[in-house]
């Protein structure tokens, strides 16, 4: 290769290094491209959930943000354009589901029962732990709503005296860990039904789980949204109420 040849085109990259850097572009420019990279790493294991995309996007982000000084506020005047774009993809989960609503008439009322369950049982087991474990009261309130989307889970953390950003982590971490586990989890209990699956995984890990039910399936994929949706409406009213008992009994 000519070494002239070379030189514009260094050029021409540390320019527009320089000008993403000055700009919000960065933010978006880093997330996008790392997590292409990071599905393309999915696609490579073949859609393993050991090599969630989501946590290996994550992952890498922060080693960047780290190793480069970056501000997380810096980053975020540019990442937020893909948090923007949640809502309107949440509201797309409308059309699969649609597709389902025989089935969803079917089904309501153990649905319906899960849903309170499963609500139910991921504050009490969050909050109880934390407890255990020696947690403060701020802690044990960003702990609540760890099962529940991220927008809906740090109103309710600020709501109750929690840190919303602390939310935000455990949200994402909670998605993942489903996303991971829950093939693993299912297959132990013998649990076959997509619906099933579907909308525990929802119910217990949020957008991150939904993006892995969908997937597997668009039945699955369907009542994983569904139950993520539903999980949100009933945090938003019964959570507070639900988590200020607990947290004047411990």
Request: hydrophobic residues 55%; charged residues 10%; proline residues 6%.
């Amino acid at each position: 290769m000519n070494p002239g040849a070379t030189a514009p085109l260094a050029g021409s990259l540390a320019d527009i290094w320089v000008y993403l850097s000055a700009t919000p572009l960065l933010g978006l420019t880093l997330t996008l491209l790392v997590y292409h990279g990071a599905f393309l790493f999915y696609q490579r294991c073949g859609f393993n959930p050991l090599a969630n995309p989501v946590a290996v996007a994550v992952a890498v982000l922060a080693a960047l943000l780290w190793a480069t000084g970056t501000p997380y506020a810096t980053y975020f005047e540019g990442a937020q354009f893909v948090h923007f774009l949640l809502g309107p993809a949440t509201v797309a989960l409308s059309v699969p589901l649609f597709e389902q609503l025989a089935r969803l008439r079917q089904l309501w009322l153990p649905m319906l029962g899960a849903l309170v369950v499963g609500t139910l049982a991921a504050t009490v087991t969050a909050v109880g732990v934390g407890w255990a474990l020696g947690a403060s009261r701020a802690t044990l309130a960003s702990l609540a709503p760890k099962s529940v989307t991220s927008p809906v889970a740090m109103g309710i953390s600020e709501k109750i005296g929690g840190l919303p950003s602390l939310t935000a982590v455990l949200v994402v971490g909670t998605g993942v860990t489903g996303a991971v586990c829950a093939r693993f989890l299912f297959d132990a209990l013998r649990i076959r039904d997509p619906i099933v699956r579907g909308f525990a995984l929802g119910n217990a890990a949020h957008g991150i789980g939904t993006a892995r039910a969908f997937q597997v399936s668009e039945e699955m994929g369907a009542f994983a949204g569904l139950a993520m949706g539903l999980t949100a409406l009933f945090s938003a009213v019964v959570l507070p109420l639900l988590a200020g008992l607990l947290l004047r009994w411990v």
